[in-house]
């Protein structure tokens, strides 16, 4: 065999075998996690460890509810604040939008996207969390405070779920309005024309024609997004207060798994088990964020295959 | 009556639509505005030539002088390692979804498998890196935080490689093969020279997510207030730096935290518009 062929040859034998590396990496990630938090799962049963509500590692105690539940409700806040706007935008820049605010707004948009998540969280404590406790708090803990348990202020800082749902949904808007614009432009332009044909109007055309098709890739990049907002760390951390208590306001602080782990790293290895307890958070983690993805990502797929 | 009163109806909703999407839009863009506003007044006022150019004397973080350089070196050196150990694993990966690949279904599963990493959260990528330093028998140090943050770069350099890749014309490739050439000299010699533009964006959105990622150097790189002089000693990083002086209680040293995000910002802003004006350049090569 002529050299150049066999190089050929060899390169493709490499590459094919590096090609699996992604694989091996998602595996590895999941056994070396499963490995290090090991000896908490072997001691503690997954009940008490997934609903226990202490969180004392000096005497042993080991419960990840609290954290559970503040990922929760600070994912469920941020979407709950990102979503509508975020839709919003992405049909606007795929529907309406002339081919000049178009060009603009993706390096807008990427601009956005790029922006470290410290920075963010640097605007987080600097804009959003005074604005939370000057004007938001007062204002509805006045007027729903009383009467919604979900609005009660029993912070006297702004350091809230609320500010960390506010910074989280500006960070996910670039992935979500990326996603959705994708999304839409699969819809078949015939679609459309047929819907406008017998005397729709855009919005119309949006409504019936558009968006039922692009419905299952829509709630795919919104899936995605909150996958993002539930792992993000730097950000929410800086904003969310960090107290570990089950929240029952969205003025209550609360403390994120990812917010858990970076806190605690530096003296996780002088308690007993709580290495264990850290990287268990993180498995949990990785977990969730794997049948999120797993799912959003072969509907995502799908969807856009359909069209080509 | 009623037919023209519908009529109007419609029109009216799609009005209200409308005009709520376009104040979507100005709200999008306008926190954009907003957050860069933020950093840029916060931080101007306290950005000086001693901050730029000096590592942290005693008693820098109780206000006393000295500057970041530390962070920005630091920086520099984590993501620059990181990117060029994603790129060596990646560019491969790449070039074999391209020319190599056999079967679609492998193409998938390889394009599935990168997506799904894309989407683990960086704190996950730092405690696994994490794991993988206690296995190796590592400290906290400029290696730890380039391996965590290279596998943190790898899938998205390798799936916008991978999508620059899909853009090159099947013909130049078939004349490249039809002159003789193997698929490995067809990808180096045409591929990669033809889309050399995208391939060089690719990398650098992959090095501005690496310089601006913090939770996957917090356990990997530590923090220290030296220039690293080996890759087995500890780093500092800007995200950090911002972190730690945002959380100590002097309002002078919280003031440094606002000049470091500017200058991180500034970085990752110029990364991003650099790669524009890069890829624009390079087109040169690229036979239209």
């Known amino acids: 065999m002529p050299r150049r062929r066999l190089r050929d040859a060899l ?3 490499a590459f094919s075998w590096m090609a699996f590396l992604p694989l091996v990496i998602a595996v590895a990630m999941l056994f070396a996690l499963l490995a290090r938090s090991r000896p908490i799962l072997e001691s503690k049963s997954l009940w008490d460890l997934l609903a226990g509500q202490t969180w004392k590692p000096q005497q042993g105690e080991f419960g990840f509810y609290p954290f559970i539940i503040g990922t929760v409700w600070v994912t469920g806040v941020a979407m709950i604040l990102a979503v509508p706007p975020c839709l919003l935008t992405a049909i606007y820049l795929a529907e309406y939008a002339q081919p000049a605010v178009r060009t603009v707004t993706k390096p807008l948009i990427d601009l956005l996207a790029a922006i470290p998540s410290v920075v963010y969280g640097v605007w987080g404590v600097v804009v959003i969390v005074p604005w939370v406790e000057d004007y938001i708090a007062p204002f509805m803990g006045k007027w729903l405070g009383s009467s919604i348990p979900l609005f009660a202020v029993n912070n006297p800082t702004g350091f809230s779920i609320l500010a960390g749902g506010f910074v989280l949904a500006v960070m996910v808007a670039p992935f979500i309005i990326a996603v959705t614009y994708e999304v839409m432009h699969t ?7 047929a819907s406008l044909a017998v005397g729709a109007t855009r919005w119309q055309t949006i409504r019936y024609a558009v968006l039922p098709r692009a419905r299952p890739g829509i709630i795919a990049g919104v899936v995605l997004g909150s996958s993002r907002a539930l792992g993000e760390t730097m950000a929410v951390l800086m904003v969310v207060g960090n107290v570990v208590k089950v929240p029952t306001s969205i003025f209550d ?8 782990i970076a806190n605690n790293y530096g003296e996780m290895l002088s308690i007993p088990l709580y290495d264990a307890a850290l990287l268990g958070a993180a498995l949990i983690l990785l977990l969730i964020v794997l049948v999120f993805n797993i799912i959003a990502t072969l509907v995502l797929r799908t969807v856009i295959r359909r069209s080509q | ?8 109806k419609r029109h009216i909703e799609e009005g209200i639509f409308k005009a ?5 839009f100005l709200l999008v863009a306008g926190s954009l505005g907003i957050i860069l506003m933020t950093v ?3 931080g101007l006022p306290a950005l000086n030539l001693a901050m730029l150019t000096q590592t942290p004397k005693g008693g820098y973080y109780l206000g006393k002088e000295g500057g970041i350089l530390n962070a920005i070196i630091g920086s520099l050196y984590l993501a620059g390692g990181a990117t060029l150990l994603a790129l060596l694993l990646s560019l491969p990966i790449a070039l074999y979804l391209r020319s190599y690949v056999s079967s679609d279904r492998r193409a998938d599963i390889v394009r ?26 590592l400290r906290a140090s400029l290696l730890g935080g380039i391996i965590a943050l290279a596998l943190l770069e790898m899938p998205i350099m ?8 899909r853009m090159m014309p099947v013909d130049l490739e078939q004349a490249s093969f039809a002159l003789g050439s193997t698929r490995l000299e067809t990808a180096l010699y045409v591929v990669i020279r033809q889309m050399l533009p995208g391939i060089v964006t690719a990398i650098l959105l992959a090095f501005g997510r690496g310089i601006g990622d913090a939770a996957s150097v917090l356990f990997t790189a530590g923090y220290t207030d030296r220039i690293p002089t080996s890759l087995l000693r500890p780093v500092a990083s800007l995200p950090l730096a911002v972190f730690f002086q945002l959380g100590t209680p002097f309002p002078e040293v919280q003031r440094r935290a606002y000049a470091s995000a500017l200058v991180l910002t500034f970085i990752v802003l110029a990364v991003s518009l650099g790669s524009r004006w890069l890829a624009a350049r390079l087109g040169k090569y690229a036979i239209k």
């Not at chain 1, 602080?253 to 858990?260: D, F, I, K, R």
């Not at chain 2, 709520?20 to 979507?24: I, L, Y």
């Not at chain 2, 599935?112 to 028998?137: E, K, Q, R």
Request: charged fraction near 20%.
């Open chain 1, 11 to 13: 390169a493709g034998k």
């Open chain 1, 187 to 193: 819809v078949p332009e015939g679609m459309r024309e």
């Open chain 1, 253 to 260: 602080p609360a403390y994120p798994l990812p917010a858990l």
């Open chain 2, 1 to 8: 009556m009623m037919k023209k009163r519908r009529l109007a």
């Open chain 2, 20 to 24: 709520m999407m376009v104040f979507s």
């Open chain 2, 40 to 42: 840029i007044i916060k």
């Open chain 2, 112 to 137: 599935l498998t990168m997506d799904v990493l894309w989407g683990i959260p960086s704190i996950v990528y730092g405690a696994f890196g994490f794991t993988l330093m206690l296995a190796l028998g």
């Open chain 2, 158 to 165: 390798t799936r916008a490689i991978d999508e620059v890749l």
